[in-house]
């Protein structure tokens, strides 16, 4: 219970809550402008949180990509652009009822089931967390492996394009996480002679030119979104409290769905989302209002992205595994602060863990005004000029991955992983995957080598353990499952 | 950049197999089973065989269905763009950004943080098209800005170079 108050005392500070609140502002707007995303908004933030307290850093993080997810919503409601990718499955459901005239609904819709959303994640978080602890207090290297292994399988299976592509995009990130002497041997691979690429890849500098750099670059073949007119809007949550009664089971479902997705490694808001959406108007009693302003998959699929975002942490906090990746940058930073992921987290932190609960919950309930806020200054947000803030992303990029080392190599690091970011997004190869590549190499070689030397050459170890065989059939179902859907397809004659 | 699935498949092919090739020339570790060889032999010859397999168009029909649903949302608006260029040059505008990152890195420690950044600025806003009336306001107040965020608050010191502003405060 002192853990606890404890957690209280640490939250509830005059500097803490200050940074919440100025996080939560940056994450609004930032979410809000189409081509910053929230994974975008995260990355921008590292080199600060380097300056900030643990707690403080931590809660910069989860209540400025929260507001970012739901602040997505905005310009996809009224502009049909979706702010973040995690409000694409949505867009044009939500820009179907501006059309009708209720601007006010698909905006509060997102709002509140957002809000709703987070704190039905959060409290998944707090639920599943110490169970989970105890049972990974008990794992040693074989289950870690597998643990590791399954992971990155996940990333490729849920992700949005060919799962060939997907996994040669983890096989990259792989291959990028050999560089340097981070490997049980210590031996330098890869570096090509170079001091500067001993000490590997960081993955910050890489995640800020994947995930900011190339969506710069990609604004450079675009067309300057256009303007909302102006437009008075109407009470924002009128008429939400009707919806959560008359759609119980629509929301409930999309919680649950943006959970078990988000707990799921590599996958996040974005794709609780799309199964969301699609799941609402399969079980719908009346699919055919789907598309034309009907509320029910928006509430679903609006339920679905926030839950994700905080059940993302599990794996995060339990295991160093992102479940998505804005945790797979949290995880940096919690590296960063002493903060180690693994089960004694929840054990030689706790408070820490509570402050890290309450923080969320927090950040759920602020951003119900906040976004009222953002929503009334929607307009004077979407006009500010594209040319105005790419520039300053440019600078922030190369100021930031500066400031994480005083390093002027990771600047170098930044522009080449915007070229590799661009590349692959333009041909299909989701860059998700090679993010976790980049970030679960070192623990999937280290736990492999650990293991086989502790078993002394011996793999059987690694499957006659209870969890670790488990862990194995899913992993290698998950490897050979793509093989299966591909035979099927080949072998099933073609219908039509 | 849009390749087709041969070329890039056929590139992660090539840079498996050069992959596993430089780790099989790693030194093993005496007494350790697995040595730093292992694993990027691994890697690199899973992805010669990803790359083999994309060449051959495995795994197309994922993509297709997945750009059927995305067909309904705009994210794009390319063809909206009144450009002279041919598209061909049009496209090589994307490496303009790191472009400008590698001129940062090598110019900021002989020029300073502020007129690199001005220039930085001035660029990626004449590139998306703004006119100078905003591209040099900007220019001019988002690297001071900056630089002051970056020195008071988070105690960064950039370089200074040429244009050293004592009177608030950047060294």
Redesign the interface.
């Known amino acids: 219970m002192s853990d606890i108050a404890q957690a209280f005392t640490i939250v509830f500070q005059l500097d803490i809550l200050i940074v919440i609140l100025l996080a939560s502002i940056y994450g609004l707007i930032v979410g809000a402008v189409p081509g910053l995303t929230a994974t975008m908004a995260t990355a921008l933030l590292v080199?600060?949180t380097?300056?900030l307290p643990p707690i403080a850093a931590i809660g910069a993080i989860i209540s400025a990509s929260a507001m970012a997810i739901f602040s997505g919503d905005i310009p996809g409601a009224l502009l049909?652009?979706?702010g973040t990718p995690a409000s694409?499955a949505y867009?044009?459901e939500a820009y179907a009822m501006t059309r009708k005239g209720q601007p006010e609904l698909a905006l509060g819709i997102g709002l509140w089931f957002s809000a709703l959303g987070g704190i039905f994640g959060t409290i998944a978080l707090m639920a599943l967390a110490p169970p989970l602890a105890s049972m990974a207090l008990r794992f040693s290297t074989f289950e870690y492996f597998w643990l590791a292994f399954l992971g990155l399988m996940c990333a490729t299976l849920v992700s949005?394009?060919?799962?060939?592509?997907a996994?040669?995009s983890m096989?990259?990130g792989?291959?990028v996480s050999?560089i340097g002497i981070e490997?049980?041997?210590g031996?330098p691979?890869?570096t090509f002679g170079s001091t500067n690429l001993l000490g590997g890849i960081d993955v910050i500098p890489a995640l800020v030119g994947v995930f900011a750099?190339s969506e710069?670059?990609?604004?450079?073949?675009?067309?300057?979104?256009p303007k909302p007119p102006r437009r008075r809007l109407g009470s924002i949550l009128a008429g939400q409290w009707a919806l959560t009664k008359q759609y119980p089971k629509q929301q409930f479902r999309g919680n649950i769905i943006g959970v078990l997705i988000g707990v799921l490694p590599g996958a996040g808001a974005d794709i609780a989302a799309?199964v969301a959406y699609s799941v609402s108007k399969r079980f719908s009693k009346e699919p055919q209002k789907f598309g034309t302003g009907h509320p029910e998959g928006l509430i679903e699929s609006g339920s679905g992205n926030n839950s994700a975002l905080a059940a993302g942490w599990v794996p995060a906090l339990l295991f160093g595994i992102p479940g998505d990746t804005i945790t797979a940058i949290a995880i940096g930073v919690l590296y960063m602060k002493g903060l180690n992921p693994g089960p004694t987290l929840f054990t030689e932190q706790a408070s820490s863990m509570y402050a890290l609960y309450i923080i969320f919950i927090v950040a759920n309930i602020l951003m119900i005004p906040l976004g009222i806020a953002m929503i009334r200054a929607s307009s004077l947000v979407l006009r500010a000029?594209?040319?105005?803030v790419?520039?300053?992303i440019?600078?922030?990029?190369?100021?930031g991955a500066?400031?994480t080392g005083?390093n002027?190599?990771a600047?170098?690091t930044?522009?080449?992983f915007?070229?590799i970011g661009?590349?692959m997004e333009?041909?299909?190869?989701p860059v998700a995957a090679m993010v976790l590549g980049i970030i679960m190499g070192t623990m999937v070689?280290q736990n492999?080598?650990t293991s086989?030397?502790k078993s002394?050459?011996s793999i059987i170890p690694f499957f006659d353990r209870p969890v670790a065989s488990v862990l194995a059939a899913m992993t290698i179902a998950a490897l050979l499952w793509?093989v299966f859907a591909?035979s099927w397809?080949f072998l099933r004659p073609k219908a039509a | 950049m849009h390749l087709s699935d041969r070329v890039t498949g056929l590139f992660l092919v090539a840079l498996g197999g050069v992959a596993a090739y430089g780790g099989s020339r790693l030194p093993p570790v005496p007494g350790q089973q697995i040595g730093p060889e292992v694993f990027p032999m691994v890697v690199g010859l899973s992805l010669a065989l990803c790359g083999g397999l994309i060449a051959l168009g495995v795994g197309r029909r994922y993509e297709d269905e997945a750009d059927v649903a995305m067909v309904s949302t705009p994210v794009e608006g390319t063809s909206a763009s009144a450009d002279l260029l041919p598209s061909r040059w049009r496209e090589l505008r994307v490496l303009i950004p790191p472009a400008l990152l590698i001129f940062y890195v090598y110019v900021v420690e002989a020029l300073g943080f502020l007129p690199t950044a001005a220039a930085i600025v001035l660029v990626t806003a004449l590139a998306l098209g703004a006119r100078l009336r905003l591209a040099i306001p900007v220019a001019i107040v988002a690297p001071l800005a900056i630089n002051l965020l970056f020195l008071k608050l988070l105690r960064v010191p950039l370089p200074s170079g040429l244009l050293p502003l004592p009177w608030i405060g950047l060294p």
């Open positions: 080199p600060i380097f300056y049909r652009i979706p694409a867009t044009d949005r394009s060919s799962p060939v592509k996994i040669a096989l990259l792989l291959l050999c490997n049980p041997a031996t691979r890869f750099v710069v670059m990609r604004a450079m073949l675009t067309s300057e979104p799309w000029p594209r040319a105005s790419m520039p300053v440019v600078l922030l990029c190369a100021v500066f400031a005083n002027l190599f600047v170098l930044v522009a080449a915007g070229v661009y590349v333009r041909n299909g190869y070689e492999l080598v086989i030397m002394d050459g793509p591909w397809r």
